[in-house]
């Protein structure tokens, strides 16, 4: 009798889908609720308030190249059209944001100092965001968070393609 009961119980289980959409979403609403509050509550002097911006980047030649360069030496920041990244957890960012343990499975892409793409140049200081002062229609940089383990698509890994855990042999 208790096999009928059990194989009842999965048949009906079986065909309800996974929640983890709205699971992950739940997750991340609450570490970023607990990180801002917490952060700015235990300290203050660490944070920058919300108006802060990075002064402006001024260089002398900001516009791209009058043909296509022949040579690296040549190629101008301007120049730069597609960024992409391959790496490790660093590339990543995992856990870089994090101010608490149930931060550390979240990849942080979109602040990598390599391919980041958060904001711009003013919010947050990456090497994308440096070339989009020079190329605002830069393609590549990684717009978006993700966690680990969890598949997710070039709309929000952009061209940073590194793998947390991932070296080579």
Not at 24 to 34: A, K, Q, S, T
Not at 146 to 169: I, R, Y
């Amino acid at each position: 009798m208790q096999w009928l009961l059990i194989a009842v119980v999965t048949c009906m289980l079986a065909p309800c889908p996974a929640r983890g959409g709205v699971w992950l979403w739940e997750y991340e609403e609450g570490i970023r609720h607990y990180s801002e509050e917490a952060l700015r509550k235990e300290f203050p002097e660490k944070t920058r308030p919300d108006s802060f911006k990075h002064p402006l980047f001024h260089c002398p030649d900001m516009s791209p190249s009058p043909s296509i360069p022949t040579s690296v030496d040549l190629v101008k920041a301007a120049d730069i059209r597609v960024i992409a990244a391959l790496g490790d957890s660093l590339t990543t960012a995992i856990g870089a944001n994090a101010t608490n343990v149930l931060g550390i499975p979240i990849e942080f892409r979109h602040v990598s100092w390599s391919i980041g793409g958060h904001g711009s140049f003013e919010d947050v200081i990456t090497l994308a965001n440096i070339i989009r002062l020079f190329n605002p229609t830069l393609i590549g940089p990684a717009p978006k968070k993700t966690v680990h383990g969890t598949p997710a698509p070039l709309s929000e890994t952009g061209f940073n393609l590194a793998v947390t855990g991932h070296n080579t042999l």
